[in-house]
């Protein structure tokens, strides 16, 4: 018996001298380690030596009582020098603190780290947005942006992403857009994040956005897009640089005129930029309150649609602010735009209509798709007339650039499409100033009477198409509208009379 015991004894002694052998390795490892940052503590500020102080305490709290169990000479060698290294910290602490200038509250304003912040909105229903303020690193083509020493970092919202356009509610249109992330740091000491060195200083704030959704149409261009960027870019006077992801040359080119009025320096295609940009601030995401709107409630400097009507007019040299009425008396003429359309939501007896229009007194000019593509040409024709009529889409958009208290009438096709289109242009008329007014076309004026019998639900239950997912193919797509000449000619009646005196 007690031959087996030493024998079981005598195996287990070299395993126990391997396992301590390693330990002392490991440990002898962790000395080093604390020796290095023993020194680094000594470049560090007060504020942040503390903290590191207590994190260090703390570890060595949780090895002491293991190492202790060790009964060794190497072992106690080290729990002592790690005991001499812990207090040394303190008492290095104290004669910092002995050094320090008498106005401790100045010392200690000078010698603090400076840190970030990053705020985002997530519970707006058109657009999320993050500002950022501190050490700022955008690297475009990796999409990212770095905000070093975050006040308000935690592991758990380290890396957060957005998607920086303003139809959030879409989803497929959203998938389009390029992810951009915010990845934060911790305070130093505590960051083990190496960003990117800046390539590239910048001493103007950052806007990052996307024009990657449906900003081709002139409707989402302005509802989407310029409009939103007017509430977050334009508190800035032109000192802010223009960042844009999903980078559309032929946007840029054709908005050019505004962006260069809401920036003084070149947009940078986010996506292809190779350079780390530092910024003092950044907004990734834009603000946005409604369709083809401003809430100045929410607007940081209580910007209005009528400001932003008066911004464009700026931009384009336009020179009629406001519409006054017109005396039949004097033979001048109101004057009114026709805005048409081709393919689909067509008026096919336009030349009878623009007659019935000339027959009532106005001074009617006709703006075919090819005429607004040139947004200088097109802002100048509406500016100078007192009236726009269009079939609801995209071309009425053009309404922003109607004089103040200019009147719009929007056409709106059959299927039961009157509160959408009211949604889209007749909610917005009033805060940008101008008159609305609708004419709806009826079951006789649409050209679906030729394509399904009248009993066909296109015609006894429009709603239902729209449940069943046709209502875009249906009734924007598959219609044109042949007007009642006689029933426009009386709703115009009314207009002209609003808009002239005797």
Same mark, same amino acid.
């Given at each position: 018996m007690r031959?087996?015991?030493?024998a079981?004894e005598?195996?287990?002694a070299?395993r126990?001298?391997?396992?301590?052998?390693r330990?002392?390795?490991h440990?002898c490892?962790m000395?080093r $380690?604390? *020796?290095?940052w023993?020194?680094?503590c000594?470049h560090?500020?007060?504020?942040?030596?503390?903290?590191?102080k207590l994190?260090l305490?703390s570890a060595?709290k949780?090895?002491?009582p293991?190492?202790s $169990?060790?009964? #060794?000479?190497?072992?106690e060698?080290?729990?002592n020098?790690?005991?001499? /290294?812990v207090?040394?910290?303190?008492?290095d602490?104290?004669?910092?603190?002995? +050094? +320090?200038s008498?106005?401790?509250?100045?010392?200690?304003?000078?010698s603090?780290p400076?840190?970030s912040?990053v705020t985002?909105n997530?519970?707006?229903r @058109?657009?999320d947005?993050?500002?950022? #303020?501190?050490?700022?690193r955008i690297?475009g083509m990796?999409g990212?942006?770095y905000?070093?020493?975050?006040?308000?970092f935690?592991p758990n919202?380290?890396t957060?992403?957005?998607?920086?356009?303003?139809r959030?509610w879409e989803q497929e249109t959203?998938?389009?857009?390029? *992810?951009?992330?915010?990845?934060?740091t911790a305070?130093e000491?505590?960051?083990f994040?190496?960003?990117p060195?800046?390539?590239?200083r910048?001493?103007?704030?950052?806007?990052?956005?996307?024009?990657?959704?449906?900003?081709?149409n002139f409707f989402h261009a302005?509802?989407d897009?310029?409009v939103p960027?007017y509430?977050?870019?334009?508190?800035h006077?032109?000192h802010? +640089?223009l960042?844009?992801?999903?980078y559309q040359?032929?946007?840029?080119?054709?908005?050019?005129?505004?962006?260069?009025?809401?920036?003084?320096?070149?947009v940078?295609?986010f996506d292809?930029?190779t350079?780390v940009?530092?910024f003092?601030?950044?907004?990734v995401g834009l603000e946005s309150h409604?369709i083809?709107g401003i809430?100045?409630?929410l607007s940081?400097n209580s910007?209005?649609?009528?400001g932003f009507?008066?911004f464009?007019?700026?931009?384009?040299?336009?020179?009629r602010?406001w $519409?006054?009425?017109?005396?039949?008396?004097?033979?001048?003429k109101?004057r009114?735009?026709?805005?048409l359309? /081709?393919?689909s939501?067509?008026v096919?007896?336009?030349?009878?209509a623009?007659?019935?229009?000339?027959?009532?007194?106005?001074?009617?000019v006709?703006?075919?798709?090819?005429?607004v593509?040139?947004?200088a040409k097109i802002?100048g024709?509406v500016?100078s007339?007192?009236?726009?009529?269009?079939? @609801?889409?995209?071309?009425?958009?053009?309404m922003?650039?109607?004089?103040h208290?200019?009147t719009i009438?929007?056409?709106?096709?059959?299927g039961?499409?009157?509160?959408?289109?009211?949604f889209d242009f007749?909610?917005?008329?009033?805060?940008?100033?101008?008159?609305y007014v609708?004419?709806?076309a009826?079951? *006789?004026?649409t050209?679906?009477?030729?394509k399904?019998p009248?009993?066909?639900?296109?015609?006894?239950d429009?709603?239902?198409? *729209?449940?069943s997912g046709k209502l875009?193919?249906?009734?924007?797509e598959?219609?044109?509208?042949?007007l009642?000449?006689?029933r426009?000619?009386?709703?115009?009646q +009314?207009?002209?009379?609003s808009?002239?005196?005797e």
């Amino acid at each position: 018996m007690r031959g087996d015991e030493e024998a079981r004894e005598n195996e287990a002694a070299p395993r126990e001298r391997r396992q301590k052998g390693r330990t002392v390795a490991h440990y002898c490892h962790m000395l080093r $380690a604390f *020796e290095f940052w023993h020194r680094k503590c000594m470049h560090l500020s007060f504020q942040a030596f503390c903290h590191f102080k207590l994190r260090l305490y703390s570890a060595y709290k949780t090895l002491l009582p293991w190492l202790s $169990a060790v009964k #060794e000479t190497g072992f106690e060698k080290i729990t002592n020098e790690m005991v001499h /290294r812990v207090s040394s910290l303190g008492l290095d602490s104290a004669r910092r603190q002995q +050094q +320090q200038s008498p106005d401790a509250e100045s010392a200690k304003h000078v010698s603090a780290p400076s840190m970030s912040e990053v705020t985002c909105n997530w519970s707006n229903r @058109h657009s999320d947005t993050c500002k950022m #303020e501190g050490d700022l690193r955008i690297h475009g083509m990796a999409g990212t942006v770095y905000v070093l020493s975050s006040s308000n970092f935690r592991p758990n919202n380290s890396t957060i992403t957005i998607r920086p356009y303003t139809r959030k509610w879409e989803q497929e249109t959203m998938l389009r857009i390029r *992810e951009v992330s915010i990845r934060s740091t911790a305070p130093e000491p505590f960051s083990f994040v190496i960003p990117p060195k800046c390539t590239v200083r910048h001493d103007v704030p950052a806007v990052v956005f996307s024009t990657g959704g449906c900003g081709t149409n002139f409707f989402h261009a302005m509802t989407d897009l310029i409009v939103p960027l007017y509430i977050t870019a334009r508190e800035h006077n032109g000192h802010v +640089q223009l960042l844009v992801a999903d980078y559309q040359p032929e946007w840029v080119a054709k908005f050019r005129p505004i962006l260069t009025a809401l920036s003084i320096y070149p947009v940078i295609d986010f996506d292809a930029d190779t350079a780390v940009r530092c910024f003092p601030s950044a907004h990734v995401g834009l603000e946005s309150h409604r369709i083809l709107g401003i809430n100045p409630a929410l607007s940081r400097n209580s910007y209005t649609m009528m400001g932003f009507r008066d911004f464009l007019r700026d931009v384009f040299s336009l020179r009629r602010p406001w $519409a006054t009425p017109v005396s039949r008396s004097s033979g001048q003429k109101p004057r009114l735009v026709f805005v048409l359309r /081709r393919h689909s939501r067509e008026v096919t007896n336009e030349v009878d209509a623009i007659a019935a229009l000339a027959g009532l007194g106005f001074e009617v000019v006709v703006a075919g798709p090819e005429d607004v593509r040139d947004m200088a040409k097109i802002a100048g024709v509406v500016n100078s007339c007192d009236v726009m009529v269009g079939v @609801h889409g995209a071309g009425l958009t053009n309404m922003v650039f109607l004089p103040h208290n200019g009147t719009i009438v929007q056409i709106i096709p059959w299927g039961n499409l009157k509160y959408p289109c009211r949604f889209d242009f007749g909610d917005p008329a009033p805060d940008m100033g101008l008159r609305y007014v609708e004419y709806e076309a009826n079951a *006789e004026e649409t050209t679906l009477k030729y394509k399904y019998p009248r009993d066909h639900p296109v015609f006894t239950d429009p709603i239902s198409i *729209e449940r069943s997912g046709k209502l875009w193919e249906t009734f924007l797509e598959g219609q044109n509208v042949t007007l009642d000449i006689d029933r426009f000619r009386e709703a115009m009646q +009314q207009v002209y009379n609003s808009i002239t005196t005797e």
